[in-house]
């Protein structure tokens, strides 16, 4: 018998090693793509030399002060004020925390808690209880008390201390 030959393609060579060729061709192109858009990717990401207007901005953030983790404080036992609306004996019990970032501010002003207790009652006893109710009133309390401990903490120790009042709790009986 005799062994059949592959028809040459137009080049003189067999068909079969044409295609072999034309696979091995286009392998190493798309190999070359993806190695260029890696390359390039990679080049553009991380240049060597920065732009002058990234180099300000590196300064600046590492000249920022870090922040601090945040510190509370809770005040407690809960605030227990009673009010007189519509002729009726009403309550409102709130669970406050201070949140500060100095925890050498906060230190100082635990001397002085008596005070503060005392000014966040007589602020809370002060309030319209039909105010209190809505959220915009508990707001402008959280403002109010803020304002208050903050005065405080500046009087006694030099500096604001306190970032936020947050309730923990908030009831109106």
Not at 33 to 50: C, E, P, Q, R
Not at 123 to 130: E, H, P, V
């Amino acid at each position: 018998m005799a062994k059949k030959e592959a028809a040459p393609a137009a080049d003189g060579q067999p068909a079969g090693k044409s295609k072999l060729k034309l696979i091995i061709l286009i392998v190493v192109g798309l190999l070359l793509a993806v190695g260029l858009s890696v390359g390039g990717t990679w080049f553009i990401l991380s240049k060597g030399d920065k732009s002058e207007e990234a180099k300000p901005a590196e300064a600046a953030a590492s000249a920022a002060p870090v922040r601090q983790p945040a510190i509370y404080q809770d005040l407690m036992p809960a605030f227990v004020v009673n009010f007189n609306y519509q002729n009726r004996t009403r309550y409102l019990q709130v669970s406050m925390a201070l949140m500060s970032r100095d925890a050498a501010g906060m230190e100082k002003l635990k001397v002085h808690m008596p005070v503060l207790r005392n000014r966040l009652v007589m602020l809370l006893s002060g309030q319209d209880f039909a105010a209190l109710q809505t959220p915009l009133g508990k707001e402008m309390l959280l403002q109010q008390a803020l304002a208050s401990v903050q005065e405080l903490a500046q009087k006694e120790t030099g500096s604001t201390v306190v970032e936020q009042v947050l309730f923990t709790n908030f009831v109106l009986q």
